[in-house]
């Protein structure tokens, strides 16, 4: 069966590579957002699928606006694709591309839908605590992530797990339930499941503010942010005038006698006092210094303990997802 393949993150590729793999499937074409600038150097980066895919010579689209490229539309049907496959590809398929597939375009998403549609599942499922979540392969509608479900797939969520590993184990089983459910509908096994859409949840893009770390809150929500953000954007705090990144937290209920955001030494742990409970740290990085432990931190910044984080009012812990809209 022939796949077009659409995606742009590791995670995408990690899913690429298993369809290269499989041997009843042939991928003849890949779509992916155009370079960007990114880095330190500010140099143009290709998207791990396309270095992927141009590695193993197959043909690649980088659209600016696929809706609108006329000449990209009419090139994507002349491959003829069977299936249309899209994760993480970072923009809206109108009806003139969903059209194209012989049998179905599909889409791998980062939760168990209804739950957590839109940009971020992953990062809003360790955001609200959940203990669980997975994927779900949906026949793709012009609606965000309204289309009905093929299969679904269930993930435990560990206590550190954060965004970086959850996608970790996530692209592990992406593949192989994609060609899986790939493979029983084109022998007619396995039929279309509509969604609840009363259940629906709404999930929004994750920028750098949201790493922001107020102090004034609970610090089990915190740590949920924490892992949310993780490794990127990242968590932040602002400590003399300095942006510091929190690379390794963990927390504990006991709530301290200080103000939130003051920094304590616990017989050698670095807490730092919350609204309710404290956070444990351990590894940091000081604006474009390397990352070290909250140890040697103090070997440097020796008048860190008992000095406090700045609590800043502009920023919020605004949720990164909201319930469906009455």
């Not at 742009?8 to 370079?35: G, H, K, N, Y």
């Not at 954060?162 to 084109?186: Q, V, W």
């Not at 968590?235 to 300095?242: R, S, T």
């Amino acid at each position: 069966m022939r796949l077009a393949f659409f995606g742009t993150p590791a995670i995408a590729a990690r899913v690429l590579a298993d369809c290269l793999e499989a041997a009843d499937f042939d991928v003849v074409c890949s779509v992916t957002q155009p370079d960007r600038i990114a880095g330190r150097g500010n140099r143009l980066m290709e998207s791990p699928v396309k270095q992927l895919a141009a590695s193993r010579n197959i043909p690649v689209f980088t659209p600016e606006k696929p809706g609108k490229d006329t000449g990209f539309v009419e090139a994507l049907r002349s491959y003829e694709p069977d299936f249309l496959v899209v994760i993480a590809y970072g923009a809206i398929l109108p009806r003139a591309i969903l059209d194209i597939p012989r049998l179905l375009p599909i889409n791998i998403h980062g939760s168990v839908l209804p739950a957590y549609r839109g940009a971020s599942p992953i990062q809003s499922a360790l955001d609200d605590g959940e203990i669980e979540t997975g994927i779900t392969i949906m026949a793709m509608s012009e609606g965000m992530d309204e289309g009905d479900m093929l299969c679904v797939k269930k993930i435990p969520i560990v206590r550190d797990e954060t965004a970086g590993t959850l996608f970790e184990k996530m692209g592990e089983l992406a593949g192989p339930t994609l060609l899986a459910t790939l493979r029983d509908y084109s022998r007619g096994l396995i039929a279309p499941i509509p969604q609840n859409h009363a259940l629906a949840t709404y999930t929004r893009k994750v920028g750098k503010h949201d790493g922001f770390l107020d102090f004034r809150e609970d610090a089990r929500r915190l740590y949920d942010r924490y892992r949310a953000v993780s490794p990127s954007p990242g968590a932040w705090g602002i400590w003399q005038g300095k942006q510091l990144r929190f690379e390794t937290l963990s927390y504990s209920p006991e709530t301290l006698v200080c103000p939130p955001g003051t920094i304590m030494d616990d017989t050698g742990i670095i807490r730092i006092a919350c609204g309710e409970g404290n956070l444990i740290l351990e590894r940091m990085r000081i604006e474009w210094r390397r990352s070290v432990s909250a140890r040697d931190f103090l070997c440097g910044y020796r008048d860190f303990v008992g000095s406090a984080f700045h609590i800043d009012g502009k920023y919020r812990l605004e949720p990164l997802s909201r319930a469906h809209p009455k």
